[in-house]
């Protein structure tokens, strides 16, 4: 037990060596602002290929490849060719960090919503099934792996759906 305790407080003071204290907020810094949902984000539909910006979660199914682009949707490329995968959709859903499929049903979340699509046609998708405030709000934390100053989010403008790099003044949020 001794030696566990000892154990944990050496960890514990190794990680608070990791960051160093705020000391003093500056005037004016570069750090994130919150990108809030605008619009109808409740519509979904398909779209012609984009490319990758940010990576999230991969699906495979029936030679298909189900690539989560994060908070923005699902780029659907056609691997029937491994050699030659071809970029043929993307199933526009803001705030989408998740999906499964089963059968010809792709779930996802768009925002704290949980839909239901009908992806039998990927080029054409339609909304079988809405269930409203499932989730928790998503897109309120900051991208992994961010330490620095932030603009702190406002719940009064509604749902984030992403963050940008900004100049901020005299920031009062920061990890």
Same mark, same amino acid.
């Given at each position: 037990?001794?030696?566990?305790?000892?154990?944990?407080?050496?960890?514990? /003071?190794?990680?608070?060596?990791?960051?160093?204290? #705020?000391?003093?907020?500056?005037?004016?810094?570069?750090?994130?602002?919150?990108?809030?949902?605008?619009?109808?984000?409740?519509?979904?539909?398909?779209?012609?290929?984009?490319?990758?910006?940010?990576?999230?979660?991969?699906?495979?199914?029936?030679?298909?490849?189900?690539?989560?682009?994060?908070?923005?949707?699902?780029?659907?490329?056609?691997?029937?060719?491994?050699?030659?995968?071809?970029?043929?959709?993307?199933?526009?859903?803001?705030?989408?960090?998740?999906?499964?499929?089963?059968?010809? /049903?792709?779930?996802?979340?768009? #925002?704290?919503?949980?839909?239901?699509?009908?992806?039998?046609?990927?080029?054409?998708?339609?909304?079988?099934?809405?269930?409203?405030? /499932?989730?928790?709000?998503?897109?309120?934390?900051?991208?992994?792996?961010?330490?620095?100053?932030?603009?702190?989010?406002?719940?009064?403008?509604?749902?984030?759906?992403?963050?940008?790099?900004?100049?901020?003044?005299?920031?009062?949020?920061?990890?």
């Amino acid at each position: 037990m001794r030696r566990a305790y000892f154990i944990f407080v050496l960890f514990a /003071v190794s990680l608070s060596a990791c960051y160093e204290p #705020l000391t003093e907020i500056p005037e004016e810094t570069v750090g994130l602002a919150p990108v809030y949902a605008e619009g109808e984000w409740q519509t979904i539909e398909s779209g012609p290929p984009q490319g990758i910006v940010e990576l999230n979660k991969i699906y495979y199914k029936d030679s298909l490849i189900f690539v989560g682009e994060a908070q923005r949707g699902i780029h659907v490329i056609d691997n029937r060719d491994p050699a030659q995968p071809e970029p043929i959709a993307f199933i526009s859903i803001t705030g989408n960090s998740d999906i499964a499929i089963k059968g010809n /049903v792709l779930f996802a979340n768009n #925002l704290s919503d949980l839909v239901a699509l009908d992806i039998s046609d990927v080029r054409n998708v339609s909304v079988i099934s809405r269930t409203p405030g /499932v989730f928790p709000a998503s897109g309120l934390e900051l991208p992994a792996g961010y330490t620095g100053f932030f603009e702190c989010p406002d719940p009064n403008m509604g749902s984030i759906v992403g963050w940008s790099e900004k100049n901020l003044i005299r920031p009062e949020c920061w990890r």
